[in-house]
C-alpha cells in the first residue's frame, strides 16, 4: 500500500512533465500543445524506499504513459536517466527518474504483472486516521496464463506504438510510452487500463520470459 503525504513540491509533477518530456525522441511532436493530466497510478517498493508512480498525460489526441520512479538519493550508475530533482515537503530533496531506467520500477512492474495484483491501493493518513484515495485510472494486470503456454518469442505488439524495453534477469518487459486507445492487446501475462471517457481497455504493457 502506498501511503501519500499532504506536501508541497517544488517542481510540482505537472511542471516536472511539462519541461521533460518534449526533450525525449518519443515523445510526440504535436506543437504547443499543453499536457493534461489524464490520471496516475502507483505500485510498492518491497523495501519501502523507493516512491514508484506512473502517470498518464494526454497531448492533443495522444496519452502518453509516463512511469517515475522518486529516491531520496541518487541512483547509482543512473545518471541518464535522472530527470530532476524535486523539494518535497515532508521528505526533503527526491531525485526524480524515467522509471524505465530504475531497476525497483522493473521489479514492481514485473511483479505486477505475474502477481496480478495490478496497482497499489493509495491513502492519506490524519492523525492516524487513514483516508483512502479514490483510483483515478482503473489497471488489471492478467497474472500468468493459467494452464497455458506463454507466449514465445518478440512480441512487438501494435506497430505503430513507441514501446520502452526492459529486460531483467527472467523477464523481458515492455512498456508502452504512447497508448494505443482503439485496445489493442499482446498474450499474457499483460498490464491494461481503462479511466473516465476510455472504457476500452488500453495496454500498458506486457511481459515475455527472457531469452
Known amino acids: 500500500m502506498a501511503l501519500i503525504y499532504h506536501a508541497e513540491l517544488h517542481p510540482d509533477k505537472m511542471e516536472l512533465l511539462a519541461s521533460w518530456l518534449p526533450t525525449t525522441s518519443w515523445f510526440p511532436r504535436v506543437g504547443q500543445l499543453p499536457i493534461e493530466r489524464v490520471g496516475s497510478f502507483r505500485f510498492d517498493d518491497p523495501e519501502g524506499q523507493v516512491g514508484i508512480e506512473t502517470h498518464l498525460v494526454a497531448v492533443g489526441a495522444d496519452v502518453v504513459q509516463v512511469p517515475l520512479t522518486y529516491r531520496g538519493a541518487p541512483l547509482e550508475g543512473a545518471e541518464k536517466h535522472l530527470i530532476t530533482t524535486m523539494e518535497h515537503s515532508v521528505l526533503g530533496t527526491r531525485w526524480v527518474y524515467d522509471g524505465c531506467g530504475d531497476p525497483v520500477y522493473a521489479q514492481a512492474l514485473t511483479a505486477s504483472i505475474l502477481s496480478g495484483q495490478g496497482q497499489a491501493p493509495q491513502y492519506f493518513e490524519n492523525d492516524g486516521v487513514r483516508e483512502d484515495i479514490p483510483e483515478s485510472v482503473s489497471v ?10 506463454l507466449a514465445e518469442g518478440p512480441q512487438p ?3 505503430d506504438l513507441t514501446v520502452a524495453h526492459i529486460r531483467t534477469a527472467d523477464w523481458d ?5 504512447i497508448l494505443e486507445l482503439g485496445g489493442e492487446g499482446v498474450a499474457d501475462p499483460s498490464l491494461t487500463a481503462t479511466w473516465p471517457g476510455q472504457d476500452v481497455p488500453v495496454l500498458l504493457a506486457w511481459a515475455l520470459p527472457a531469452e
Open 140 to 149: 488489471v494486470a492478467s497474472g500468468l496464463p493459467d494452464g497455458e503456454e
Open 157 to 159: 505488439g501494435p506497430a
Open 173 to 177: 518487459l515492455s512498456v508502452v510510452r
